[in-house]
């Protein structure tokens, strides 16, 4: 699998983890759906999956290369290296386009899910009354998730592992959204804003000499808060990579019909037309982040009056549409060409 990837499919490997990164920090988008319909989901389940005792083995014994070979390496640290990369660039242009043109991002990612929907159930030929059931099930599950209401935010350090864990779902599981579990667990703003913020801040006082932050009791909090909930992440995906990896192989119909009613389901998180709910005191006043933004609680849906505007967001939703279209044809392409 490694040997055989020309420099344009690594390249174009690390654009993928880019987009799978921005989509995970994203409420509502899943990354395990662009894994999905770029078409290596099933070679990133195998590839996680492979982290294991025999892999700790090879580590341990200091044979690296066989190391790097048995876990497929070079495909893992291509599509983390993008990952990484758009966390701090692609994700922080998302972060822009939100905040100024809220109504058509959100169109666009419905589209594109959308178009997911048609792109991963078009081929999908095993329909029978269990595979209807875990649509079913897997739909109402997603749709569900998206009404509930958040926690308050727990900075206990079990709960920020159990936080980890659950939130990498969003890579293994498409329609799953990682950043939206953390909204409802409530630890959103603290994992993924106040946290970063602590660890880029201390990166930027280690470069300039100044290590003050160790006598900063919050800073160090943020840190180990940061620690624990990435330690919890990684035994997520693990754990997650084997028990799919397994079902996939006994159950593969049933996973795939179930994994399309979570991408229906999520649906309802991605629907353009909302109003943000933030998080307010007692007295009213909203709360803010470290940042100084204001956190966010919930969304209230709504149906759109005919507009200008709505239909430009519905354009928007084509847009989505051709989007996941142009991937799959680029996909048959490039499949074409290589048989």
């Known amino acids: 699998m490694q040997s055989t990837r020309t420099f344009k499919d690594r390249i174009f490997l690390v654009i993928k983890g880019l987009a799978m990164g921005a989509a995970n920090k994203v409420p509502g988008v899943s990354g395990g759906v662009v894994a999905f319909v ?7 389940i195998y590839s996680l999956q492979r982290v294991n005792k025999t892999a700790f083995k090879l580590l341990f014994n200091g044979r690296f290369k066989s190391f790097y070979q048995y876990i497929n390496g070079k495909f893992l640290g291509l599509l983390f290296l993008g990952m990484v990369v758009s966390y701090f660039s692609v994700s922080k242009i998302l972060d822009y386009l939100i905040v100024n043109f809220q109504l058509y991002v959100w169109s666009a990612f419905f589209g594109m899910i959308l178009g997911s929907i048609y792109y991963i159930s078009k081929d999908f030929k095993a329909w029978n009354s269990k595979t209807i059931i875990a649509l079913i099930l897997g739909a109402v599950v997603g749709i569900s998730i ?22 990498v779902s969003g890579m293994t599981l498409p329609g799953f959204s990682g950043s939206f579990i953390l909204i409802l667990l409530g630890n959103y703003v603290l994992l993924l804003v106040d946290s970063v913020n602590a660890l880029y801040d201390t990166i930027s006082d280690i470069f300039t000499g100044n290590f003050e932050f160790i006598k900063n009791e919050d800073r160090i909090r943020m840190l180990k808060v940061l620690g624990i909930f990435t330690l919890g992440s990684v035994t997520g995906l693990v754990t997650f990579s084997h028990v799919l990896n397994y079902i996939l192989h006994h159950y593969k119909n049933i996973t795939l019909a179930t994994i399309v009613g979570f991408i229906i389901g999520s649906l309802g998180v991605v629907w353009p037309w909302k109003e943000t709910v933030y998080k307010t005191n007692i007295d009213g006043s909203y709360i803010l982040d470290s940042t100084g933004k204001q956190v966010i609680a919930n969304y209230k849906r709504f149906f759109p009056e005919a507009t200008t505007e709505t239909y430009i967001a519905i354009a928007y939703i084509g847009l989505g549409i051709l989007i996941v279209l142009g991937l799959e044809w680029y996909g048959q392409r490039t499949r074409q060409i290589k048989a």
Do not use: R
């Open 38 to 44: 770029a078409g290596f989901y099933e070679e990133f």
């Open 146 to 167: 998206s009404f509930l209401d958040p926690a308050k935010e727990n900075d206990n350090l079990w709960f920020v592992f159990f936080c980890g864990i659950i939130s």
